[in-house]
């Protein structure tokens, strides 16, 4: 079983799917919130399959560069396999392994980057304000440090569904088993203050669907695949039951063949700059 501060869903090909999925339903909002700057050199931390990554190196032009970071030698391997982002003026990317609470930049690297990311690390991390230490230090004098991450007690479905909503506040518990924090997302600022950064701007990427969105089936896709992917620590740790699993998850299926079904859900969003 995953130890203390591990990442929750593991690193299968499901995971991996999911994970492609999930790029590609919330990169444009984030990207719309990021407003990078051409020839800007940025580091992304928990780069997972570096999709936001090369999406970032399409923002910051042949000019600028990027560097992600990621724990897991699997996902690493899978990105370094993935297509470029389109177009032929993108910023360089290198993919480099290492942990955030060590971050692998040598020498010259501190204190050099114009903005420093990370999205949907620090829920699972034991130690989030290590991390964000590391990221303001990472970042040069009035370079810029945003946080994403979620806070999962704001999603919301309606018509409400009772064993969904049993299933999904075990799926919660199951980030304290792990030692990790399922509400990170309202702390976000306050983890920049404490880390050394002074937060200006917090807002919300909204995440949610309804029946008539023709994404919706993707929306639905990606978070059955959420649980599917907690449900050994679900069981493992008795948080509910193996038939509690299976009918909240029978529950969410047939609520989305509702044509007024509506998912409201959205990533919390903090920036802060390092001082001069």
């Given at each position: 079983m995953r130890r203390p501060g591990a990442y929750l869903h593991g690193t299968s090909a499901g995971e991996q799917a999911r994970l492609a999925?999930?790029?590609?339903?919330?990169?444009?909002?984030?990207l719309a919130e990021l407003r990078i700057r051409q020839g800007a050199s940025i580091l992304e931390v928990g780069s997972g399959l570096g999709d936001f990554a090369r999406e970032m190196a399409a923002r910051a032009g042949p000019r600028g560069r990027v560097?992600?970071?990621e724990r897991s030698a699997r996902q690493l391997r899978?990105?370094?396999?993935?297509?470029?982002?389109?177009g032929a003026e993108v910023a360089e990317v290198e993919f480099r392994r290492g942990d955030a609470l060590a971050l692998p930049l040598r020498a010259g690297e501190w204190s050099s980057f114009d903005l420093v990311h990370a999205r949907f690390l620090l829920e699972h991390l034991h130690r989030p304000l290590a991390a964000v230490r590391l990221m303001v230090r990472a970042a040069r004098a009035g370079g810029g440090i945003v946080l994403e991450d979620d806070d999962h007690d704001v999603l919301r479905l309606h018509p409400a569904l009772p064993a969904f909503a049993r299933l999904w506040r075990a799926y919660m518990r199951s980030f304290r088993v792990l030692g990790n924090d399922p509400l990170i997302g309202r702390k976000l600022p306050e983890l920049l203050?404490?880390?050394g950064a002074v937060p200006v701007r917090n807002n919300w990427v909204f995440f949610g669907s309804c029946a008539g969105d023709p994404r919706f089936p993707s929306f639905l896709e990606n978070l059955e695949g959420v649980l599917a992917g907690a449900r050994d620590i679900l069981l493992f740790h008795r948080l509910l039951s193996a038939s509690e699993v299976h009918d909240g998850i029978e529950a969410l299926r047939s609520w989305a063949e509702r044509p007024d079904a509506s998912l409201f859900y959205a990533i919390a969003w903090a920036e802060g700059l390092r001082p001069r």
């Open positions: 999925l999930l790029n590609r339903l919330v990169n444009p909002g984030s560097l992600g970071i899978a990105a370094r396999r993935r297509p470029p982002a389109r203050a404490r880390a």
